[in-house]
């Protein structure tokens, strides 16, 4: 081990334009049980992470909050930074992209792509807003995705497919701030040559560790088509390409980079060299969320190989998070804040983290609701670890006022030696919910043995025997103790101490849980958790659901229009005359529709509900002076209106002619 480069651990930043949920903390809260495991395995390891402080929507924000990009940065990362620790997530660094380490690291690395001959010059035709007269970068666009037809951003098509779109590609541009229709114009923008990366990509992911989401994920994209990326942007905010004062670096090249400058940081305030950690072969591990796998295994290791850097070691992505069987959304009110309705409520983080850690495999969906949460938290860390716990120091204190002298049994020893090789198995493997499960059943395993030998009724006739039971079963309790430090911190520290400990349970290797406990005087024990009572979770669950009965409030009110702005809808009757499926689409429909005074081509989401020769012959109500739109590549002019999910047709009731006005 010795041999070893050191172990890096990195957490996907957050960003700074909003407070931390629960969705946050399913890849910080792992992370910091690897990280906290690690150490104690003999690791050396670092732990960095820090706020992505730049992009589009951290500007929007801070416009409409009236302050600037930077005071808005610095309000969140004092709040993530808080709160991280508030939850045990303990960084060695916790920086900010839009500190000067990232900014000159950024700037070296793509320096140096450019002296490698990866980035190139290109014009491109980017979204122009009259009103503002600007260059609409990223999210100050909205429009149509050129893919599925799907409303998308300007960065993503995030209603429809999830690709990436770069500048210009979007359809139907509009602007977000003033809503004018956008035009394309002309502008010199910086390509990265990640095309050129596939024949190192593919050997690369074929033998980087992580998890199998992950690198099945980046390998499919490969295999699939490897554009080039456009790694610039019109913007104020952010890095400045180099030798450019008008275009900076698209956000996506300086977060990551900005790893290594927080290690940098790190680096340089304990006088250590961060090229042990970023050059050559390393063991960089990055934990991050499955919505940035793309980023952190294509676009980052070919950033990093075509600057001479060395490649990140392993990747480890969660599952996404449900809350109540319905997907995370803040809009929709399914999502749980982890200060406002968690941690300020009195609540412990070590139960959060339990859950999180033992809910669920890491890369699969974890699905977030507050009975299951007491459920889980009553029946395994209450009654299962809680109460053996207890029971064993109550009854050593009460009869012995310590820990008996007593040499531990073999049996025991076995039992927990079992337990720490798979433990360090299935962390090492990525695996949190199986070496948790490992640790509850060594307390489950603790609990028959306290149970079935009944120590409290054997002293009433052999003291000695019931001395070489408590024995034991105090055993397990210090194995139990520095296996959950990992998972639940503070309870392990306050285990430690009443097994009679003064220093810091973290201090001590693992290993440490088959090294025969101290004899010292214990504490007066007091049990180690409080249970969730029904009314507490029922309030709990009341304030979610109030907030997603807001939020479709919110969503259902319908603004009102004058009928001056109605009268603008030109509504009129058409006739169906031809209809056939779209290719590629398993939803739409093209078709031909008689409107009097001409026939017009339009797109409709109905083959889900009609069949095409259904269609022709039908009377429809068509709106007829929306602007043309393309919907996976077919032009469509006009809305042809239908009631309900079931695309339910408005007919007119009596046989009118085509064009015939709605009034």
Not at 130 to 148: A, H, I, M, N, S
Not at 165 to 192: N, S, W
Not at 452 to 460: F, R, S, V
Not at 643 to 662: H, M, N, R, W, Y
Request: proline share 5%; net charge neutral.
């Amino acid at each position: 081990m010795m041999n070893l480069p050191p172990l890096l651990v990195t957490c996907g930043l957050p960003y700074t334009n909003g407070p931390c949920h629960l969705g946050h903390l399913r890849t910080y809260v792992p992370a910091d049980m690897y990280v906290r495991y690690m150490r104690r395995a003999g690791e050396e390891v670092l732990f960095v992470c820090g706020s992505d402080n730049h992009g589009t929507p951290i500007v929007v924000s801070a416009e409409e909050a009236g302050i600037t990009p930077r005071a808005l940065s610095e309000h969140y990362h004092k709040h993530f930074d808080e709160t991280f620790k508030r939850m045990g997530v303990k960084f060695d660094r916790f920086g900010m992209t839009d500190n000067p380490a990232t900014h000159h690291r950024t700037q070296t690395i793509v320096t140096a792509l450019e002296k490698n001959g990866y980035i190139y010059k290109q014009i491109v035709h980017q979204a122009y807003c009259t009103r503002c007269k600007r260059f609409l970068p990223d999210r100050y666009v909205e429009g149509t995705c050129p893919y599925c037809g799907k409303p998308a951003r300007g960065d993503e098509c995030d209603q429809g497919c999830g690709k990436h779109l770069e500048p210009g590609e979007i359809r139907d541009p509009v602007c977000k701030v003033c809503g004018t229709k956008a035009e394309f114009r002309d502008q010199e923008h910086y390509f990265f040559r990640l095309s050129e990366f596939r024949d190192f990509l593919l050997p690369y992911l074929e033998q980087v560790r992580g998890t199998s989401n992950a690198k099945n994920y980046a390998i499919g994209w490969i295999k699939d088509e490897l554009h080039d990326w456009c790694i610039t942007r019109t913007l104020e905010w952010g890095v400045k390409f180099p030798g450019r004062d008008d275009l900076v670096v698209y956000v996506w090249v300086d977060a990551p980079i900005g790893y290594i400058a927080f290690t940098e940081e790190w680096t340089k305030a304990n006088a250590k060299d961060w090229k042990r950690y970023w050059c050559g072969q390393n063991r960089v591990t990055h934990f991050i969320g499955g919505d940035i796998i793309y980023h952190h295994t294509i676009f980052w290791p070919a950033l990093l190989k075509g600057a001479g850097y060395g490649v990140p070691h392993a990747v480890v992505a969660s599952g996404m998070v449900k809350v109540d069987d319905h997907k995370f959304s803040k809009s929709r009110g399914y999502v749980v804040w982890t200060n406002d309705d968690y941690l300020d409520k009195g609540l412990p983080a070590d139960y959060l983290r339990y859950y999180l850690l033992s809910y669920t495999s890491h890369t699969k969906e974890l699905n977030f609701s507050w009975k299951v949460f007491g459920e889980r938290i009553n029946n395994e860390v209450v009654n299962i670890f809680g109460n053996f716990v207890y029971r064993t120091l109550f009854f050593a204190h009460k009869e012995f006022k310590g820990t008996p002298p007593n040499i531990v049994d073999p049996v025991i020893t076995v039992e927990i030696e079992k337990c720490l090789a798979s433990v360090d198995q299935l962390i090492r493997d990525y695996e949190f919910k199986g070496a948790v499960d490992a640790i509850m059943t060594l307390a489950a395993f603790g609990n028959t043995y306290f149970q079935t030998n009944a120590p409290w009724k054997m002293i009433k006739t052999d003291r000695a025997e019931a001395a070489r039971m408590c024995k034991n079963s105090i055993q397990i309790v210090k194995a139990l103790a520095l296996l959950i430090e990992p998972v639940m911190p503070d309870t392990a520290q306050r285990c430690w101490q009443m097994l009679g400990y003064e220093d810091a349970v973290a201090n001590h290797p693992v290993s440490d849980a088959v090294v025969p406990v101290s004899e010292a005087l214990m504490r007066q024990p007091v049990p180690l958790f409080t249970r969730m009572e029904e009314n507490q979770i029922a309030e709990l669950d009341a304030l979610l659901q109030k907030r997603v009965a807001d939020a479709n409030r919110k969503k259902e009110k319908i603004p009102v229009v004058t009928f001056e702005e109605f009268q603008k809808l030109e509504i009129r009757t058409g006739l169906v005359l031809s209809a056939e499926p779209v290719p590629k689409s398993n939803k739409l429909l093209k078709l031909m529709v008689d409107i009097g005074t001409e026939k017009r081509q339009i797109v409709a989401g109905m083959q889900q509900f009609y069949k095409p020769d259904e269609m022709v012959g039908k009377n429809v109500v068509v709106v007829t002076n929306l602007v043309p739109a393309k919907i996976f590549g077919v032009e469509s002019n006009g809305m042809i209106l239908a009631a309900g999910d079931e695309a339910s047709l408005l007919v007119p009731q009596k046989t009118v002619k085509p064009g015939t006005k709605i009034r």
